[in-house]
């Protein structure tokens, strides 16, 4: 999964930025509708549909962490990112899934742990 990238966002759109609310990752809302989220997209589906990625991201986040070679970091395993592609992952991200995505995680066997510090190792 991780050998692909995600686009680094230039300042100027820095106020836009929105992290996924799943995996963390950083984007523009316009990258997020352009392709979706890389990591969860399957699971997701924000491409295309502007209501889903103000559901499924948030601009309420802290911190951001370039992730260059997440198989060889250990802030990428820290962080539970390293399985994903490269690209800027917030430190913490403050909400929640939606109840049909958490729905559809347990459906496939996988625990969601809220990125907002909550749940800890």
Excluded at 53 to 61: D, G, L, P, R, V
Aim: net charge positive.
């Amino acid at each position: 999964m991780s050998q692909g990238q995600a686009s680094i966002p230039t300042q100027p759109r820095a106020k836009q930025l929105r992290a996924c609310l799943l995996c963390s990752i950083v984007q523009t809302p316009a990258d997020f509708r352009k392709h979706g989220c890389p990591n969860c997209e399957e699971i997701m589906g924000m491409k295309g549909y502007a209501d889903r990625i103000q559901s499924c991201t948030t601009t309420h986040f802290e911190g951001v962490i370039a992730v260059i070679n997440p198989e060889d970091s250990w802030v990428a395993r820290w962080q539970r990112t390293s399985k994903y592609v490269r690209g800027m992952y917030a430190v913490r991200v403050k909400g929640r899934i939606p109840e049909d995505v958490e729905a559809e995680l347990e459906s496939r066997n996988i625990r969601y742990r809220p990125r907002d510090g909550t749940d800890q190792d």
